[in-house]
């Protein structure tokens, strides 16, 4: 569960023919660690060959393709090395490519290539970039879907193959949408939207009219009209503007003994998107308070605020986390005796380095599945996809001093007092493997003697989530229960409150 993934190969295998004969069509031995991943375009008439870099600390991919059918099955460059830039295949033109790419545009744009005469200066702008960050572009019925983010919420706009704008599909509310793929000759598509207080509904959409229908939508016995749910723009410790969404029931007091939990991510140029979970429900049942902060690291507003929470500017991202404590705080969502922080895998690490930098801002700490030792995670499993994200300390004395710096396995610190910390982490975890929480658990519990619990929970036949749905909801039980049960606050059911378990955490 520790072995490096390596050696990525291309085989072709012919449905109805045993796994003996497939044939070799793609390895590149010199570079054991590049990612290959292959797919075709509608009509198969491309195969397409996507190589990413990442063991040398490239962020972008190469794309190669063939045509469908060749006798020798050789690839040919479209990008030819991985860069920093990302290009994705959206459709074939008339015989040339139409690209997203963010080279030349942090934001994005989608540009067409001639596949025979693949040098940029050839290249021919589409849809140009824009303020807003430009997150995917799909088709179906000879139009293209544009998916924007605003202000961590989905804008889509639909044009056609020559870029030229034809409306904007009105989206119920502000929230996250996500589909609107399919052929060509599709009369319709659909796509699904859901928010904080919305659960996710799959909408049917006529392209011709632009008239979105809902198809189906799930039965959660929920009434979004009881919460509120709202977004706010908090400074950081530098001055940056932070949007953060918080959701509570209507008619709860701002007083400070809310109990609440504030959850981020910030990191890999992934955004945290308002969408519904129903395992939240219990919580805002309880009068909790739940918050998602967009912190730097991902995606929300695209490559710069990317690149803002990356590497040696990880600093910010926790400075970030920490001022949305501060927030909540300040404006009396909640107070430090009824503050939680909770992240999962580059959100584990988070948790585990603010709990070292501000133990006294928080009650309840849940680190889970977290890159805990900063100075070792590229010595295990797929670890050494995620330097072109942090760097590495066999890189150079800046970059190990850089990690050193925040690692949360290095920084734990005797004499603070920390918060109640519940560890989670499984046994078949070949990401992030369990070592780093054991790691982790255990350093904490050897240096904090104070009196807050300090405890792991390890689940099993699980890997870096959880493998099974009850599972899943056995994890989010013990997590609220410790919350719950730290903050000494008693839970109540239909108005009764639910008698204390003989075994409280």
Known sequence: MSTKNENHQVYFHKVGTDQTEDKLVYEDPANPQRFHGVFTNEDEKYVFLNIS???????GNALWYMEAGSSDMKFKPIIKEATDYDYNFVEDVNGRFLMTTNDGAKNRRLVSIDPKNTDPSNWKTIIPEKEENLTSVSSAGGKLFVSYLKDVTTRIYVYDFNGKLEREVKLPTLGSAGGFGGERDDKFVFYTFTSITFPPT?????IATGESTVFRKPEVKFSPEDYKMEQVFYPSKDGTKIPMFIVYKKGTQLNGKNPTILYAYGG???????SFSPTRIAWLEQGGVYCIANLRGGSEYGEKWHEAGMRFNKQNVFDDFIAAGEFLINKKYTSKDYLAVNGGSNGGLLVGTVINQRPDLFRVAVPQVGVMDMLRF???TIGWNWIAEYGSADNSEAEFKNLLAYSPIHNIKSGLNYPSTMITTADHDDRVVPAHSFKYAATIQDKYKGPNPVMIRIDVNSGHGASNLKKSL???ADIYSFIFSNMKLKPKFNGVTIPEVKKPF
């Open 202 to 206: 799959i909408y049917k959409y006529d």
């Open 268 to 274: 890999f140029n992934i955004s945290s998107n308002p």
């Open 378 to 380: 590229h010595k295990f």
């Open 53 to 59: 870099d990442r063991g040398k600390a490239k962020t």
């Open 474 to 476: 056995e994890t989010t």
